[in-house]
């Protein structure tokens, strides 16, 4: 098995101890047994604690009242289990993270970084291929599944589909604009579904380029029109899906109704941020205007670097495809595509919570942790209805429209 590991990746603690406070680490079988059995030190407060959370039948550890893991110490924000018995004594949830490791083609698994972490939002500390062998050994600790099979690949050859993306890598920088990027991918991915899988190769890439090129800029040119109303609803409840943060009902700092109707409240173009994450700052649908205002979105030069980063990484990764992200080669592509507009709208609400009419690179970091957190991790987005609505969201019709007006 062969690691592959991008160069422009770096991770190093910060113990900034978000990940022991936001989200829950389930645990394995194994782990339930060595939990109790640590040898904590006589009169350690750690002898008395209650590792475990159930819930809906699976097995977490366990939050105090605070919302701090129980492990964590406050006075360091490093984990007690650590500290005592050394890193292998954790949960394997939570010597992972923030690594994502994926198995993609045969014979190869690819690491990247969760943008949930601050460090790697940042891309802090040392870098990934200075910790090969960690992250090799935990990568053989998980059941990654199976390589990319025909079905994921839609028939095409590896070196084909390497090649597809390594052009859509290197041509994203051919369109200085946010919103012709995203336009070039989803032009792009349904320009790659018209070809024959015979005649696919880099030259009739290089020769597509021109078309996909134009036609960015022809659909530029255009008036950006209105987002019809079954569009902007779709819209809306994908929004909230990429939102919702299921670790506040697991440690009951939200309850199944009440989050229902936040949901509801955001698909019929009200609520916000508050309703859907316990950790989110004010900002609200209606303040953010999403669909209702001027078809350029004030933002502060380079804001959505950070957006763009990750859109790279996840396709050079090719983590945007297969078992990890529950789609095939194209599909997995419109998910790329269909990435900006949540964030775009995830980072005007953090704005209209600030009462800032300009997003500028802080919104967008906080937009693409709260994003990046349930891609590829979020059961619902896996599901027909949420299927479903993608297919409502990336209309032809619809989906530049939305790229220009949310």
């Known amino acids: 098995m062969r690691l592959d590991v991008l160069e422009d990746q770096r991770f190093s603690c910060r113990t900034c101890s978000n990940c022991c406070r936001n989200w829950h680490v389930e645990l394995l079988d194994d782990e339930i047994r060595a939990l109790p059995a640590l040898a904590w030190p006589e009169g350690d407060p750690c002898r008395s604690v209650s ?6 039948g699976r097995t977490y550890l366990a939050h105090a009242a605070d919302g701090a893991c129980v492990y964590l110490n406050r006075g360091n924000g490093r984990c007690r289990i650590h500290e005592q018995f050394g890193m292998e004594a954790k949960p394997l949830g939570c010597r992972l993270f923030p690594f994502q490791i994926a198995r993609t083609f045969e014979g190869q698994v690819s690491v990247l970084g969760r943008n949930d972490c601050p460090a790697i939002r940042d891309n802090y500390g040392q870098p990934f291929d200075e910790q090969r062998r960690d992250i090799d050994a935990l990568a053989r600790e998980l059941p990654l599944g199976p390589a990319f099979d025909p079905q994921v690949l839609d028939h ?25 990027k ?4 989803y032009y792009f991915t349904d320009w790659l579904a018209t070809q024959s899988v015979e005649g696919l190769s880099r030259e009739t890439l290089g020769l597509g380029f021109p078309e996909i090129q134009g036609h960015v800029q022809k659909v530029l040119a255009l008036p950006a029109g209105r987002v019809g109303a079954i569009h902007r609803l779709a ?16 440690d009951g700092r939200a309850w199944r109704i009440p989050r229902a109707i936040a949901i509801a409240r955001i698909v019929l173009g009200g609520g916000g941020l508050p309703g859907v994450g316990a950790v989110f700052p004010p900002g609200t649908i209606r303040q953010a205007r999403l669909f209702t205002g001027d078809t350029h979105i004030a933002t502060a030069s380079g804001a959505f670097d ?3 980063r990750m859109v790279r990484l996840k396709l050079a990764s090719f983590q945007f495809m297969g078992r990890s992200a529950g789609r095939d080669f194209l599909n997995g592509l419109r998910g790329i595509a269909l990435l900006y507009p949540f964030v775009v709208a995830t980072a005007r609400l953090r704005a209209a919570g600030r009462a800032s009419a300009v997003v500028d690179a802080q919104d967008v970091d906080f937009a693409v942790g709260a994003i990046d957190h349930a891609v590829g991790r979020q059961p619902i987005l896996r599901s027909p209805l949420a299927r479903q609505l993608e297919s409502f969201v990336l209309d032809p019709r619809a989906f530049p429209m939305i790229v220009r007006r949310v």
């Open 51 to 56: 590792p475990f959370l159930k819930f809906s």
């Open 182 to 185: 995203v336009l070039f991918l």
């Open 306 to 308: 950070l957006h763009w």
């Open 235 to 250: 819209f809306r409840a994908l929004l909230a899906q990429h939102l919702r943060r299921d670790e506040d009902v697991v």
């Open 156 to 180: 095409l050859s590896r070196e084909q589909v390497q090649a597809a993306v390594e052009f859509a890598v290197a041509l994203l920088n051919a369109f200085p604009d946010d919103r012709g």
